[in-house]
């Protein structure tokens, strides 16, 4: 499964996604990084800091909103890799980018990059915004049983979504989304828990 996620992957192919004009709603970009674990993968994740104005405490992948230094939505998201957990861009061999994805609040618009982290670097978190980094195997999210319901307050409304809990971490909204659409795109996951 993994040789096939990476060869659809990379058919898949690089584009370059263009940075936003001024003035446009809010772009982001964030890493899917995969980490080589043996024969296996895995993915690294963040866990946000409580310090942070949106998002405080949840899991996520590393990058941000994009600024205007940004040349593209490529450069946002290693700059903010970077700033994140200190892992330079010479440790990331890009891979392709994902179909954008806008999170339930709906005030972004997020554009996902997949890479391989290259080598073992040592990871620096910046306090203010990354509690911790930590990495989930691929086939964990394979499992049916590893999935299950919660409920989320979303418009003034009640809203049952999937999540994964791994050790103390609990996986959710939009990372999992990004996660299974790509492992079902591309792996041929056939996860069938309702994610949107």
Known sequence: MHEKLIRGLKKNGLGRVKAPLVGHPKCAAVLVLLCEEGADFEILLTKRSQLVTHHRGEVAFPGGIW???????????????????????????????????????????????????????????????????????INYFLLAKNYEYFIVNHKKHQKKVPMVHFHNYKIWGMTLRIIVDMLNSFGDANIKFDIT
């Open 67 to 137: 600024e205007q230094r940004d040349t593209d939505m490529l450069e946002t998201a290693f700059r903010e890799t970077k700033e994140e957990i200190g892992l330079p861009r010479d440790y990331i061999e890009p891979i392709t980018v994902l179909p954008p994805i806008t999170p339930l609040n709906g005030r972004t618009h997020v554009t996902p990059f997949v890479g391989r982290l290259i080598g073992n670097p040592k990871l620096t978190v910046e306090a203010s915004e990354i509690d911790c980094v930590f990495r989930v195997p």
